[in-house]
């Protein structure tokens, strides 16, 4: 690896923000591969990161930084993605439903996916059914489903009980978290699958998109 490609790994680990964009434009100046800049750099990172939290090494706010971090990099990068072709792992809607405000769990969970090279379309928060069925009327292979309260999980329930009736079911995978939800919630509301954190969400979409 080289030493570049290690210090983007570094840097991002570490939640250097400012260093980022430098290290990731460094190596795009000395002619290294988007793919490998994002990968082995960008990508390796984040799935240590999200190792150390679920070892409980890592807290939320280094994984926060770390994630603000990687986008930084993200951004750079994605015109060059696009140029050489990458395919996007899967397309993914994501967002909190209905009456809910709490944004920062799903942020992250958006640019983890980001970070694992889906495409994420972010519908922000207090999203409505309807929104989330035009949307998925448009096309994608997922969408994501959050909610922090109790009195919002519901709206989950809602939102899958109209992709139902709009006859989206077969066509998506839905995948829901928040801090109130559990699996048991999850198989009872009908959805495919529930994620505890970013990280777990990454892993949970990448079986699903097999
Ligand atoms: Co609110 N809030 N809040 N709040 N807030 C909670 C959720 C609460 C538990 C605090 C408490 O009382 N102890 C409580 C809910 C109680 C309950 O429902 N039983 C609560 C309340 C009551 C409220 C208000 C009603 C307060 C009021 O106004 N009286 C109000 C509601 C507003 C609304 O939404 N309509 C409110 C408002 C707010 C703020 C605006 C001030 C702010 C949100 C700012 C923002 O998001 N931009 C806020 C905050 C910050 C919190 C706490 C303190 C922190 C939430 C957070 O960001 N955690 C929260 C207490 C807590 O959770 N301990 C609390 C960090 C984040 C990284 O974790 O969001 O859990 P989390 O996301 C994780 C996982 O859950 C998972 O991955 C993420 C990353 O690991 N995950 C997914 C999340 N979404 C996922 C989707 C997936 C997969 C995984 O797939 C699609």
Do not use: C, W
């Not at 290294?32 to 890592?58: W, Y």
């Not at 994630?67 to 395919?87: E, R, T, W, Y």
């Not at 959050?146 to 329930?157: D, E, R």
């Not at 048991?184 to 990454?202: C, K, L, N, Q, T």
């Amino acid at each position: 690896m080289t030493e570049i490609i290690k210090e983007i790994y570094k840097v991002v680990l570490n939640g250097e923000i400012s260093e980022v964009p430098k290290a990731v434009q460094k190596a795009i100046d000395d002619g290294i591969s988007a793919n490998l800049i994002l990968d082995s750099g960008l990508i390796a990172a984040m799935k240590e990161v999200g190792r150390l939290f679920e070892e409980g090494e890592f807290f939320v706010p280094e994984m926060l930084i770390s994630a603000h971090a990687m986008q930084g990099g993200l951004n750079l990068l994605k015109p060059l993605l696009v140029d050489s072709g990458v395919q996007p792992k899967g397309k993914v809607i994501m967002g909190t439903v209905k009456g809910d405000l709490h944004d920062i769990g799903k942020n992250l969970v958006s640019m983890m996916l980001e970070g694992a090279g889906y495409e994420v379309e972010d519908l922000g928060t207090d999203v409505s059914s309807e929104i989330f069925v035009d949307k998925l009327k448009e096309g994608a292979d997922i969408v994501g489903l959050s909610a922090l309260l109790t009195t919002t999980m519901p709206s989950i329930g809602t939102t899958i009980q109209a992709i139902n009736e709009a006859g989206l079911r077969d066509s998506v995978k839905i995948i829901i978290g928040g801090a109130p939800i559990t699996q048991e919630y999850a198989d009872e509301i009908g959805a495919d699958g529930f994620a505890v954190d970013a990280s777990r969400a990454v892993t949970l979409a990448d079986s699903l998109m097999k």
